[in-house]
């Protein structure tokens, strides 16, 4: 088969040089395959990689390593894209790094970003950007919003989801999705009872006109609407948003977007039935928003369940046919695998009994879909305890009498274990695939316990002690010393750290996951501030009895008082997976405890977050780690062929791309998570001249 070269392109092939290749869109394309065609470097050359430069982006938080860089950057005829530890805007030139311009958006509200989305009419080029409650139209030339666009340049994106009681939460931290002349947008909005509603929308890119909207949570008579009990319940809930990215199939004009749990996440008796369209893929027409098909993966969630990351669209070879499939992996470590035209599981999807003893009030979905294609284990029991656990006879103790050992237990007082835990299995940084239909998803097999307990009511005035114990010690703990990953950090000592007018604006913005607290009076912010800052605290204010009747516990991750989960390795994996026939090629451990390895002990895996890269060249690049290692594998065996130590850990997806002649491999070292130190630097890795 011959293939014919644009006469351009056939000019660089006589001289020697390959042509540029750009990655333009997040996760590489619109199919958020992670996957590049550039066979430049490969298992044997791979061994030569050298870093080619460096961009420091600024705004990294290195005294209380709070501070994180999640961007998959974009690189554009010879531009590169990206966000910086700061929530700014970035373009930089993709030889030497050398930076062009940067933004200084004054609005960014403790944004954590995964990247920008570009569009071009062939004569101007824009960038959109999330940033605090905005979407920002960006001149991809200077970086300047566009003055023509929505309200000079931005959009409020709480206008058109906001209901009685909601607060101002509402964040666009993954890419918008670009297709014609529509910028498609979700939204992560908080995961309390006050959460705005979960609307997806599209705007004009031109204008910043809104388009349509499909709404995730339906209006009387519209289909749906009869999942949900008592009525009218985007009066009383938000949430079923779409936090997580989309893809789209350009071809066919279908977007794939994934959507999340109701809100609240835990208890469900104020929205009785299978809530649609939460916990969905929704296959929705691009142009028009007008839903083609969907599937639902958890009937009424009370787990936090949603799906995580963008699903992959890909064709794959079925009894001889090829097939062009859409499949989507889940924190419960799964993955289920639909065909894009009419939504037709490929791979056998089960209904099957779940247990329904919740807590009062509570009335669980008596059956859930299970997916046979699986990447993770799904139990947790005293006989999956790990053998050099610390205090090990204790912890079978108090796991003997929790609730454990299967998917979908109703949270009750008793302590309950979630395996895979909480945020994956799967996690945002989602899976990848190649041409030949091979998935490749880094996971993890941390277990999460938690609890309901009853929230506290007060009538009268109240302490900010109370408060901070009704509405903060879920992520901060009771104790307020966080959990022990960091992913939720510290409050002993925070006013030395941050001022109480910094403590205040936190709370009235929300930071990276944590929401705003603008649902709450100004004298009870004061009053948890003065709590904080031990200086005692009482709102004077009248409270009425709770909506909610329960609260959990926390997102307790599970470690020994060492540091260790206390489950058995592996405690994060890589895993490839046939789509073809559904066999597993092979699952690896993802990262090491380097001080257990030097014991002995074989590689574990770590907790971790953020992408994989795979190339033509045979390869699956993957950082995302907490031992702040980027590595790249053998994608045919899962072997290591090469590694580097990074500044700050890599949680963010790579990208690759060609320019001049030479591929590079790109990745953002922010770090910041599970007790890493942050950072703000961006490097790229090149093959020796």
């Given at each position: ?51 080619a ?13 709070r ?21 700014q ?19 960014v ?7 920008v989305s ?13 940033a ?16 023509s ?7 409020d ?7 009685p ?12 999705t ?27 890119a ?73 916990n ?5 027409d ?7 098909w ?20 890909l064709t794959?070879v ?24 009419n ?5 056998p ?20 879909p299970?997916?046979?294609l ?5 139990s ?26 299967r ?13 895979p835990?909480?945020?994956?299995g ?16 880094p996971?993890?097999e941390?277990?999460?316990?938690t ?37 939720y ?9 941050l ?11 929300g930071?990276g ?23 005692g ?6 409270k ?8 959990h ?48 002990v ?12 795979v ?29 580097v130590?990074?500044p ?9 791309y ?20 942050s ?11």
């Amino acid at each position: 088969m011959k293939f014919l070269l644009p006469l351009g392109l056939v000019a660089l092939a006589s001289v020697g040089i390959a042509p540029d290749a750009d990655w333009p869109e997040y996760n590489g394309d619109g199919a958020r395959s992670h996957y590049s065609p550039l066979p430049d470097i490969d298992t044997v050359t791979v061994t030569h990689l050298r870093q080619a430069w460096e961009y420091r982006s600024g705004g990294a938080d290195t005294a209380g390593n709070r501070s994180q860089i999640q961007c998959n950057p974009l690189c554009i005829k010879g531009v590169v894209y990206g966000v910086s530890a700061g929530t700014q805007v970035f373009a930089l030139d993709a030889g030497t790094g050398r930076e062009q311009w940067k933004t200084a958006l004054p609005e960014v509200g403790g944004t954590t970003s995964r990247g920008v989305s570009y569009w071009s009419d062939g004569t101007e080029e824009r960038l959109f950007f999330g940033a605090g409650r905005w979407l920002y139209a960006l001149d991809a030339r200077t970086g300047k919003p566009v003055p023509s666009f929505a309200d000079n340049g931005k959009i409020d994106l709480k206008t058109g989801i906001d209901r009685p009681g909601a607060d101002d939460y509402v964040r666009l931290n993954t890419p918008a999705t670009v297709f014609r002349d529509l910028v498609i947008v979700g939204a992560r909005v908080s995961e309390s009872e006050t959460a705005l509603l979960g609307d997806i929308r599209a705007y004009d890119a031109r204008s910043g006109k809104l388009v349509w909207t499909f709404r995730t949570i339906p209006l009387p008579g519209e289909p749906g609407y009869e999942t949900w009990s008592p009525a009218n319940p985007r009066q009383r809930l938000g949430g079923a948003n779409a936090w997580a990215g989309m893809a789209i199939d350009r071809q066919r004009g279908i977007v794939y977007i994934p959507t999340g749990s109701a809100a609240y996440d835990f208890f469900g008796g104020n929205r009785k039935g299978s809530n649609l369209y939460a916990n969905c893929l929704l296959a929705l027409d691009a142009t028009t928003g007008k839903k083609r098909w969907h599937f639902q993966f958890v009937h009424h969630d009370i787990w936090d369940r949603d799906p995580p990351a963008p699903p992959n669209l890909l064709t794959i070879v079925r009894n001889g046919r090829r097939q062009d499939v859409v499949a989507q992996v889940t924190k419960q470590g799964e993955v289920y695998v639909f065909d894009r035209e009419n939504g037709g599981p490929v791979f056998p999807v089960k209904e099957v009994q779940v247990p329904t003893d919740g807590v009062p009030g509570e009335v669980p979905y008596p059956t859930q879909p299970v997916s046979e294609l699986l990447f993770a284990r799904q139990s947790f029991t005293v006989k999956d305890v790990y053998s050099r656990v610390a205090d090990r006879d204790s912890l079978v103790r108090v796991l003997g009498k929790a609730r454990t050992g299967r998917p979908y237990l109703p949270l009750t007082g008793t302590m309950t274990v979630f395996f895979p835990g909480t945020d994956g299995g799967a996690q945002w940084g989602g899976a990848g695939t190649d041409p030949a239909g091979v998935l490749y998803v880094p996971s993890k097999e941390i277990p999460v316990y938690t609890s309901l307990i009853p929230k506290e009511v007060s009538i009268g005035s109240v302490t900010g002690e109370k408060l901070y114990r009704q509405h903060c010690s879920a992520c901060h703990g009771p104790d307020r010393k966080g959990n022990h990953d960091g992913s939720y950090p510290s409050l002993l000592g925070v006013g030395q750290r941050l001022s109480g007018a910094a403590i205040a604006g936190v709370l009235q913005k929300g930071r990276g996951m944590m929401p705003s607290f603008t649902h709450l009076k100004e004298e009870e912010r004061k009053a948890v501030i003065d709590f904080l800052l031990e200086k005692g605290g009482k709102a004077m204010v009248r409270k009425s009895a709770a909506s909610l009747p329960y609260q959990h516990t926390g997102y307790n991750r599970w470690y020994d008082r060492n540091g260790y989960p206390v489950s058995t390795p592996p405690w994060g994996t890589l895993t490839a997976i046939d789509l073809n026939t559904g066999a597993r090629k092979w699952q690896v451990p993802l990262g090491e405890y380097p001080e257990l390895t030097r014991q002995g002990v074989a590689p574990t895996g770590t907790d971790n977050y953020g992408g994989p890269l795979v190339t033509a060249g045979g390869l699956v690049f993957i950082a995302a780690t907490r031992d702040e290692q980027f590595r790249a594998f053998d994608a045919r065996t899962g072997k290591i062929r090469w590694q580097v130590a990074l500044p700050a850990a890599g949680y963010a997806s790579p990208s690759t791309y060609r320019y001049r002649g030479k591929q590079y491999i790109l990745l953002a070292c922010g770090g910041g998570k599970l007790n890493t130190r942050s950072g703000d630097r961006y490097l790229a890795y090149a093959l020796p001249d």
